[in-house]
């Protein structure tokens, strides 16, 4: 068994060596080459060390595509955006309603930092400066969530009126 697991390392090991060498690197200023008679017509320097891995791209299309094949789908796509953000606008404006009720719930209970005593906070001052601060930052964090959607309805394109037919 030992002798086993001996011969499984040993041929892992010798899979991980490279089976070549590799050809000499010349740099020649951001472009690479193996050919010695262009690195040395170029001036290139012998790169040593570790391994060069050169990916070529391919450039990138000189001329405009023409727009004329598919002149609907602008239309067809602006539309939907239209209407996806008419949805966005109701259902934040609807959230901004909810906030804003909430808001003068929390107000109402909060009266100013000093709330009505409930149950046991008349014995346990404590309960009671425990619930004033909670109070506080639910008020607190309900200012900065109507801030947020209104900068979310703000940044939102202008509601269009759709013309009837």
């Keep these: 068994m030992k002798q086993l697991w001996m011969l499984v390392a040993l041929a892992a090991g010798a899979a991980a060596l490279p089976s070549q060498a590799q050809a000499e690197i010349y740099r020649c200023g951001n472009e690479y080459t193996n050919t010695k008679p262009d690195a040395r017509a170029k001036g290139c320097k012998l790169v040593e060390g570790g391994n060069v891995t050169v990916v070529q791209g391919t450039p990138a299309p000189k001329t405009k595509p023409s727009t004329s094949a598919g002149s609907n789908t602008p239309k067809m796509v602006s539309s939907e ?47 009671y400066l425990d619930r004033v601060a909670e109070l506080k ?26 013309p009837s037919q």
């Design 137 to 162: 930052a639910n008020l607190a964090r309900n200012e900065s969530d109507i801030a947020g959607l209104r900068r979310e309805i703000d940044r939102l394109p202008p509601a269009s009126s759709t």
């Design 81 to 127: 955006q239209k209407a996806r953000d008419s949805d966005s606008r109701l259902i934040l404006q609807d959230e901004l309603k909810k906030a804003l009720a909430r808001q003068e719930e929390l107000k109402k209970e909060y009266n100013n930092g000093e709330p009505e005593k409930q149950g046991g906070e008349a014995r346990n001052h404590q309960k």
